[in-house]
Nanobody
């Protein structure tokens, strides 16, 4: 599975941004899609995840209520809708595919495939 994250850019605080994660391969619908981010000098951190059917989502406390993840299995694409962004959301955002159990949704090592990342910069 190859993943390609896109949609990043420079925005002002309070704005909205939608990231996309396009994938190749016929098994997209069988994977959990996770979103992670990494700011300069910091470790990669979990942002959100969506189970294969799209029926269940998980969010980090820092983005809960502002970010929403979704997926379109027919289009082999997942999305991260980012609303009311803050300067602390500035990071490189990655999408990843794996099959983690619920308690490990936020563990990067549980994801097998990673996209190259897209930069999101939020100015105050």
């Amino acid at each position: 599975v190859q993943l390609q994250a896109s949609g990043g850019g420079w925005v002002q605080a309070g704005a909205s941004l939608r990231l996309s994660c396009a994938t190749s391969g016929r098994s997209f619908s069988t994977y959990v899609i996770g979103w992670f981010r990494q700011a300069p000098g910091k470790e990669r951190e979990f942002v959100a995840a969506i189970k294969s059917s799209g029926s269940t989502t998980f969010y980090a406390d820092s983005v809960k209520g502002r970010f929403t993840t979704s997926r379109d299995n027919a289009e082999n694409t997942a999305y991260l809708q980012m609303n009311r962004v803050k300067p602390e959301d500035t990071a490189v955002y990655y999408c990843a595919a794996g099959r983690p159990i619920n308690s490990a949704m936020g563990t990067p090592a549980m994801y097998y495939y990673w996209g190259q990342g897209t930069q999101v910069t939020v100015s105050s």
